[in-house]
């Protein structure tokens, strides 16, 4: 990637965009267009004014959207005999273990639309009855009856024997099937319903992210990246051959760029708190990011590497309401970017957690957001009366309205960062904070002490990271390859012969992009257990690598057997080649900013706080709240008890006394 380079993130009310140029780093956000997402993408590159020589890194959403609003492709899906009710048979697992009647989320493709082949493969990877000729012809004229526009192959065992998948895929497509994913090549693990459903995933995503990626190459004639799921980019063309790899991309590249600037502050312990518009994605990073392969989207298992990454429905635009007991409720429905809040002045009325910091003072009112929008504190005051009685109207009952708003919604967000952390085996007092999005900064002390964090980092263009982190991710492809074998000294070889030809395929697949660095792993279980970890092999240390496991796992579930036998499940590769690294961002070196004071409502009463400009604090600026620190991207709010300082790569470093 060279010359200018675009990232780009699109959120429930924002898309976001960050330029990175020769002379310096530009960012700016556009007001998303729900109905068509590309609508914003290409304003927002007409106005970076992109040539033929820019390169463009987007995050996207359209994936994610297929799923969640059912409105993907019609798919096939062709599997071995007696297998085609998978999707349907799926597992025992109750997500609600209480709840009298589960309800399971439909399957992407209908019965009629699953079809059979006459074959089998052992799960030693022998064929036990061939794939006749006379069943694909039959397969052939099914196809040609029902006419789906993309395909989902998902034989028995057929990452041990790819022909017969690749002789399916071949018929399909002299039926007609342009768009046809096979299971042995986006996920050659075990596994069947997991397997199958993330293959459906992909099959039924494939024609609408390929629409969404050639709209965008005619538009920005240079070349086109697409952030994965699991943080790294993939050129168009390599996103539009796997979809399901960027099934959830955005957050992911938040996650990126949140470690990228605590990286370079002198951080590498981490929990990120991404509050946009819509919804609120944390994660944490004991050195790395977290890793998982059993996501789901839409309730569907989408068995992928991805960021670790929990999302909740609280954000800028979540909506609040009173329930039928008289309850306060916010989200998760959300006002989106239209209406949006009633504070942005467009026709919004219903009260939102935007309106709430508007008429609390911690969102100034005479202050101009992204995209030219000004604040309308009459509005956001109207909005928030709704949630009080109309006999009992007054100042008072609308700012504990407006607390209740804020605290509600800073519930949803700490439960969430409890998730990511102590359930998932972490003391979160170990970490520091990265907030951003652009709601973050306004809540991430007061979640910090709900977690008792003392440390609370705010990035220099908070509401735009996603999208820097776009430009930071590395060029990655993931490999894998089912093992299972026990993880003694006898497997090494038998692994190394493994690892050596997925090196070989990463190889090959990195010529013209650049040499790739390397990274080996292993997905262990205790033998017996049914789901794995996954932990880094260096070298030819299989002894390390269970060594490692062993502490994972009691991090993870707070025990672990260092005695019992361990098993091999899959071996994976992680392939990397590293973006160029962005314009340094710098705070003025001197100066002495311009404060004014501004009314903000502490303890229930308004209070003086001093009012700063970000563009104007220099390195080693100090403060102690409560102040706000604006700009045009996001607000930083710093309550009584926090001293903040400005850091060297203009960073807000924010302290509890």
Same mark, same amino acid.
């Given at each position: ?382 909005? $928030?009366?709704? %949630?009080?009685? =109309? ?5 008072? #009952?609308?700012? !504990?309205?407006?607390? &209740? /708003? ?85 497997? $090494?070889?038998? %692994?190394?012969? =493994? ?5 070989? #395929?990463?190889? !090959?697949?990195?010529? &013209? /992009? ?85 009314? $903000? ?18 390195? &080693? ?37």
């Amino acid at each position: 990637m060279s010359g200018i380079r675009v990232g780009v993130d699109v959120g429930g009310t924002f898309t976001d965009f960050t330029v990175a140029a020769d002379d310096g780093l530009y960012v700016f956000k556009v007001s998303s267009t729900p109905h068509d997402p590309a609508e914003a993408v290409l304003e927002g590159l007409r106005r970076a004014g992109i040539g033929e020589d820019a390169t463009v890194v987007h995050g996207s959403t359209v994936a994610t959207n297929a799923v969640l609003e059912r409105k993907g492709a019609r798919t096939a899906l062709v599997t071995t005999a007696g297998f085609r009710d998978v999707l349907e048979i799926a597992r025992q697992n109750r997500p609600a273990l209480y709840d009298i009647e589960p309800r399971k989320p439909s399957p992407l493709i209908e019965r009629e639309l699953r079809l059979e082949v006459d074959e089998r493969v052992g799960a030693d990877g022998t064929v036990r009855r061939p794939l006749s000729r006379e069943s694909l012809e039959r397969l052939t004229e099914e196809v040609r009856q029902l006419k789906p526009e993309a395909a989902a192959v998902c034989l028995l065992f057929g990452f041990l024997r790819p022909s017969h998948e690749r002789s399916v895929r071949a018929a399909l497509r002299r039926a007609g099937v342009r768009w046809v994913s096979v299971s042995s090549e986006v996920l050659p693990e075990h596994r069947e319903y997991e397997r199958t459903s993330t293959t459906v995933v992909d099959a039924y995503v494939a024609p609408v992210m390929g629409r969404y990626i050639r709209r965008l190459e005619r538009a920005a004639p240079g070349q086109l990246w697409i952030v994965q799921s699991s943080g790294g980019v993939l050129r168009s063309s390599e996103a539009a051959a796997a979809p399901v790899q960027s099934v959830l991309s955005g957050p992911a590249a938040g996650v990126v760029g949140a470690r990228a600037v605590a990286a370079a502050s002198g951080f590498d312990r981490i929990v990120t708190l991404d509050m946009g518009g819509t919804s609120t994605d944390v994660a944490i990073c004991p050195g790395e990011p977290l890793r998982r392969t059993d996501a789901t989207v839409g309730g569907l298992p989408v068995a992928i590497p991805m960021t670790d990454i929990h999302t909740v429905g609280a954000g800028g635009g979540s909506i609040a309401a009173r329930d039928e007991a008289g309850g306060l409720r916010v989200g998760p429905r959300s006002a989106g970017a239209q209406p949006g809040p009633a504070a942005y002045g467009r026709g919004g009325v219903e009260p939102t957690v935007t309106d709430a910091n508007v008429v609390l003072g911690r969102l100034v009112s005479d202050a101009t957001l992204a995209d030219d929008v000004a604040l309308d504190a009459a509005a956001a005051a109207s909005a $928030v009366d709704r %949630l009080s009685p =109309a006999s009992d109207q007054s100042t008072e #009952n609308r700012l !504990r309205a407006a607390a &209740g /708003v804020v605290a509600v919604a800073d519930a949803h967000m700490e439960r969430a960062l409890r998730v990511i952390t102590l359930e998932r085996g972490y003391d979160p007092r170990d970490f520091t904070l990265v907030a951003f999005g652009g709601a973050g900064p306004l809540h991430g002390c007061s979640l910090a002490e709900r977690l008792e964090i003392d440390r609370v980092l705010v990035p220099r263009y908070p509401g735009v990271l996603s999208a820097l982190g776009a430009l930071s991710g590395a060029h990655v492809r993931e490999y894998a390859t089912t093992v299972l074998r026990p993880a003694t000294t006898r497997s $090494v070889r038998a %692994l190394t012969a =493994a690892f050596n030809r997925l090196e070989r #395929n990463a190889r !090959r697949d990195f010529v &013209g /992009v650049g040499r790739p660095r390397l990274r080996r792993m292993l997905d262990l279980r205790y033998l017996g257990q049914s789901y794995e970890l996954t932990v880094p092999l260096r070298g030819r240390d299989l002894p390390g690598a269970v060594r490692a496991f062993h502490r994972r796992h009691h991090e993870r579930y707070a025990h672990s057997r260092p005695e019992a036998a361990v098993e091999i499940v899959v071996a994976r590769l992680l392939a990397s080649v590293e973006q160029p690294p962005l314009p340094e961002v710098r705070a003025p070196v001197y100066g002495r900013p311009s404060s004014r004071s501004a009314p $903000v409502v502490i303890d229930g009463a308004f209070q003086p706080a001093r009012l700063f400009r970000r563009i104007e604090l220099p390195v &080693g600026f100090r403060a102690r709240g409560p102040l706000l620190v604006v700009q045009d991207d996001a607000t930083t709010w710093a309550p009584p008890g926090w001293r903040l300082e400005v850091d060297q790569q203009a960073a807000l470093i924010l302290e509890r006394n």
